[in-house]
């Protein structure tokens, strides 16, 4: 049932009595709840934000709306872990209803300084007339996990030249100070990034645009990140506004990047290649990334996207966070591999060996509704190959690779309840086999799956809604022959730490 603007932005204290435990209730009986991602305990998930390492542990919020599946009062939820597998769920991080936040928190970053971890956010506000004034807002966690908001923004207005739509600040530490990025949008309706500096995080200064050569990419870019990597500079964000070309950028937003040299930061200027996806599949937008302890880069999305109704929204929440991955860089690609901590999840292993030619086999001893699957195919003159997953009476997922085209293609026009029609049933990305062998890390939850293809070169991620019965899988080859060797790993899971 869909909500007025009234119910849509009320704190939770403002919940009808026995609202919060009838979702409950709905959540409880939902089918697909998963079982190793993040996901919300009811409501509303979106953005990941405040991604961290800080005293000992990960630290990884998500904008939340606890009243219902649509995008209202936003709230910062926060989780953390050690391992970057069992994740606790420590409450409400960030509450709105301030001055300044009024109409929610929105998207920010985190960063530490001074033994303590600076949470950086965009406060949403809406006058009577509902017109959105966004402030740049500041807030505190000790290691007791408190957290206390300044009065105050740190960056009070839009600069002239941009409009409302400016927000989602990402922060990091240079030789001289701090900097961050915020997404915004310009007067004429273009999107881009604007970047800001500090001594102190407390008082900031306008710098200017960032000199990127896409004057005219989409009308808003949100949520930007910019890190270096491996002598390079590279920049996250996530275009609304772009056109289906082929292949290219079909879901209803994208999400990308650019690398280049670092950013120059005396003219804010970023000398960069093209613009590429960061996720080829049906469900992923908004990500943010933090560094690890030993430097790795790390990067968790949302796998999920605004404006989309989904199945699960009738049970009583909305989406889930994606796996953790390390990024690593090979000429000027990033590449996503799962981070090598997920490898702690692994329980009883299956394996299985086989050759087809022109048919398909139906895989006994692999399947189930959770865990991991790692599957090395040579091709063997077959014009199509791959797997077909959750397979059921009358469904199937299906990832496979077509020789001619020189794709791997995701298809999930059988997958069960069916979402985003408007937008297509499958996705494909060109995919180059090496050596005639193509590789797939398959992560399947109750409702999801992340597939890393050839070792992370492409990632698809998408939501699934299929029915509990399906389980099965199968491996098939068209017009020749392909040899399979898969290896399936149960996921153990018992919840938090």
Known sequence: MKMDRKQ???????????????????????????????????????????????????????????????????????TSSSDLVHWKNLGIGIAPGG???????????????????????????RTEDWIRLPYQCLAVMER?????????????????????????????????????????????HTGCVVLYSSPDLHNWRFEGELGTRLMEFGYMWECPDYFELDGAGVLLFSPQGLSHEGDKFPNIYQSGYLTGDPLHLPDRDFRHG??????????????????????R????????????????DQHGWAHCLTLPRELTLENSRLIQRPARELVKHRGRMTEA???????????????????????????DGAERFGIEFRVGPNERTVIYYDTAAGKVVLDRSESGQALALEFGMVRSCTTDLRDR?????????????????????????????????????????????????????EIEYNGEE
């Open 144 to 188: 007791d996990g408190t957290v206390i908001k300044l009065e105050r923004p740190v960056i009070f207005d839009v600069p002239p030249g941009y409009t409302d739509h400016y927000r989602d600040p990402k922060v990091w530490k240079a030789a001289k100070g701090y900097y961050c990025v915020i997404g915004a949008q310009r007067t004429d």
């Open 437 to 489: 062998m193509l590789t797939l890390q398959m992560f399947v939850d109750t409702s999801s799956v992340e597939v890393f293809v050839n070792d992370g070169e492409t990632v698809f991620s998408a939501r699934i809604f299929p029915e509990q019965v399906s389980t099965g899988i199968r491996l098939y080859a068209e017009g020749g022959s392909a040899e399979f060797r898969v290896v399936q790993w």
């Open 99 to 125: 001055q300044y936040d009024s109409h929610g928190v929105f998207s920010g970053s985190a960063i530490e300084k001074d033994g303590k971890l600076f949470l950086m956010y965009t406060g949403n506000t």
């Open 274 to 295: 093209e613009f590429r996806e960061l996720d080829y599949g049906f469900d992923f937008y908004a990500p943010q990334t933090t560094q690890a302890p030993d430097g």
């Open 353 to 379: 060996h086989t050759v087809i030619h022109s048919g398909t086999a139906e895989m006994k001893e692999l399947g189930g509704t959770v865990y991991e699957l790692l599957a090395q195919i040579r091709e």
């Open 8 to 78: 849509l932005y009320r704190l939770i204290e403002e919940a009808e009595p026995g609202e919060r435990e009838a979702l409950e209730r709905l959540v409880a009986r939902s089918p697909w709840r998963q079982q190793f991602h993040i996901q919300p305990e009811a409501g509303l998930l979106n953005d990941p934000n405040g991604f961290s390492y800080y005293g000992g542990e990960y630290h990884l919020f998500y904008q939340w709306f606890p009243l219902g599946t649509q995008h209202g009062m936003k709230y910062w939820y926060h």
């Open 297 to 312: 880069r790390l990067l968790v999305g949302w796998m999920g996207l605004p404006e989309i109704d989904y199945p699960t």
